[in-house]
């Protein structure tokens, strides 16, 4: 079973390699390029999120 990352790679790594014109030969080009691409997706949420738990924290003691 494919945990739900690896679904969203492998069809973020297909539509790379539509979108390049279907080459041949660099699925691995294709694929690392779509892990890199969810891991920031990933690491921007995240950082998104601690910048709401700030706030949140601040308002709750009054900093803002």
């Known amino acids: 079973m494919k945990s739900w990352e690896q679904e969203e790679i492998e069809a973020l790594a ?3 390699w539509e ?3 279907r080459p041949e030969g ?3 080009e ?3 390029e779509a892990e890199e ?6 690491l921007a949420n995240q950082q998104g999120d601690e ?14």
Not at 37 to 42: G, L, T
Not at 51 to 64: E, F, Q, T, W
């Open 14 to 16: 297909h539509s790379i």
């Open 19 to 21: 979108h390049q014109g």
């Open 26 to 28: 660099r699925a691995l």
């Open 30 to 32: 294709h694929w690392r």
């Open 37 to 42: 691409m969810v891991r920031a997706r990933w």
């Open 51 to 64: 910048h709401r738990v700030r706030d949140l924290r601040s308002r709750a003691i009054g900093l803002s």
